[in-house]
């Protein structure tokens, strides 16, 4: 298969419209006083299924020819990614098949299981998902769909960033979440064509920062499955897709501990009223990092998702009691 080109995210476009929600920019005066900066938040935690990865599934399963719609799809994943495949096949008249560790939160299996995909559970202690994966794939002719390392996955991903410079124009940075690099890839390959001079940032959690070690290094680096509360980056390795682009387009790879997230968590629900999972604060969390020197700056990030346990939600925000209070503070100065 070919890399994707940014002719791709446009397409991508074309045939997730009216499917996919074209989801808001939001703005915060907050946010821009205490940073003296412009900044644009793509909502993507209020996308079909709660993330971006309605879009890359969604593009992905339009893609397939009509045999292997017949056949079905199957996608290993524990969290977005399995809902966005079972919700995009549903809608496409499709059936899915998604291969889930046995332990994994029981509100994620439900929701899976209601947007009316098949779960095979796996003991992820002693099985290895990829072999069950592929020996279902091979024995019922399904379709593997991978949540990163493909060209359409990555094409769909990309047009959230291509959405939202459409609706602000030219940015002169830009911060997206970074887990395998889906994400990013297709956010640089939209934002290289509209806005070239933007510095594109990937930003992935300090305890597993594969992405930039990757990055900085010029070959894929594996580590162990990182310990942090953003589950959606707890990935051990950037796909080879992804990787190329974001060598090639990316401006660098940042991190975010998991008490700025927090605090990010906090900030969002505090004054911009939306609950945000960890995963979907990482870019916000790096660009409050850099403070000041955003200065006069018009700056996009990517908010990529919501899904985060109700319960959970409560248990981090008390853990980080005070959170926004920096950044509110210095907002309330500058009035
Ligand atoms: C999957 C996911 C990411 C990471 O995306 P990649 O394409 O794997 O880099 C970030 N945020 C959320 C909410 C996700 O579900």
């Known amino acids: 298969m070919n890399a994707p080109t940014f002719a791709d995210v446009a397409a991508a476009a074309r045939r997730i419209e009216g499917h996919a929600r074209r989801t808001p920019v939001m703005t915060s005066r907050t946010v821009d006083a205490a940073l003296g900066a412009k900044l644009f938040f793509k909502c993507e935690n209020f996308q079909c299924m709660g993330a971006f990865k309605f879009r890359g599934a969604f593009n992905a399963l339009s893609r397939l020819d009509p045999g292997s719609r017949a056949r079905g799809v199957i996608a290993f994943s524990s969290g977005n990614h399995a809902q966005a495949v079972a919700l995009s096949a549903r809608l ?11 332990d ?28 069950i994966t592929r020996g279902l794939a091979t024995a019922r002719g399904l379709s593997v769909i991978p949540p990163y390392d493909h060209p359409d996955v990555i094409a769909g991903q990309g047009t959230a960033a291509l959405e939202l410079l459409n609706d602000t124009g030219p ?17 640089a390959l939209a934002a290289k064509a509209l806005a070239p001079r933007c510095k594109i940032y990937g930003v992935e959690p300090e305890a597993g920062n594969d992405g930039q070690q990757s ?30 682009i974001i060598r090639r387009d990316v401006t660098d790879v940042l991190t975010a501990s998991d008490a700025q997230l927090v605090d990010c968590m906090g900030f969002f ?3 911009m009223k939306m609950i945000v999972e960890p995963t979907g604060c990482l870019g916000f969390a790096a660009a409050r990092a850099a403070g000041t020197q ?23 925000l008390g853990s980080g009691a005070g959170a926004s209070r920096e950044i509110s503070t210095a907002a309330d100065q500058a009035r």
């Not at 290094?217 to 942090?228: Q, Y």
């Open 92 to 102: 496409l008249g499709m059936e899915s098949t998604i291969v889930m560790p046995s």
């Open 171 to 187: 940015l002169d940075s830009l911060y997206v979440c970074l887990g395998g690099g889906g994400l990013l890839a297709g956010s």
């Open 215 to 244: 990055f900085r290094s010029g070959t894929i680096v594996h580590i162990g499955v990182p310990d942090t509360i953003a589950d959606g980056a707890q990935t051990q390795a950037l796909g080879r897709y992804p990787f190329e």
């Open 104 to 131: 994994a939160p029981v509100a994620k299996m439900e929701a899976t299981r209601a947007y009316g995909a098949q779960i095979i559970p796996y003991d992820r202690y002693r099985e290895d998902r990829e072999e």
């Open 294 to 316: 955003l200065a006069g700056q018009r700056v996009g990030i990517i908010v990529s998702g919501g899904n985060v346990d109700l319960g959970r939600f409560a248990q981090l």
């Open 269 to 271: 629900a505090a004054r």
